[in-house]
């Protein structure tokens, strides 16, 4: 007897069936998650720096404006990203 989710997962899989990535995807969808990995760390280890400079001269200000420039520049980043990812796993097999 099938358990309620395995009935839920199977009408599912009927309605939108998971697609296969070829190798070819996959490893496409590595390096962008590396690049992008990478770019998000690099702007959080330099604004990050920028925030201490500006933390150690006492301007708030700054501060605060450093830290929102990081978490949109964060954000453009991740949706960029995903817009990435998104369209390798659109593609035909």
């Given at each position: 007897?099938?358990?309620?989710?395995?009935?839920?997962?199977?009408?599912?899989?009927?309605?939108?069936?998971?697609?296969?990535?070829?190798?070819e995807?996959?490893?496409?969808?590595?390096?962008?998650?590396?690049?992008y990995?990478?770019?998000?760390?690099?702007?959080?280890?330099?604004?990050?720096?920028?925030?201490?400079?500006?933390?150690?001269?006492?301007?708030?200000?700054?501060?605060?404006?450093?830290?929102?420039?990081?978490?949109?520049?964060?954000?453009?980043?991740?949706?960029?990203?995903?817009?990435?990812?998104?369209?390798?796993?659109?593609?035909?097999?």
């Amino acid at each position: 007897m099938k358990s309620a989710y395995e009935l839920a997962m199977e009408r599912l899989e009927k309605a939108a069936p998971t697609q296969k990535l070829t190798e070819e995807q996959k490893t496409r969808i590595a390096e962008i998650n590396s690049l992008y990995g990478a770019k998000i760390a690099e702007k959080e280890t330099f604004l990050q720096g920028e925030i201490v400079k500006e933390k150690a001269k006492g301007d708030l200000a700054a501060v605060a404006q450093l830290q929102d420039q990081l978490g949109r520049e964060v954000r453009r980043l991740h949706s960029d990203w995903e817009e990435k990812k998104a369209a390798v796993h659109a593609e035909k097999a």
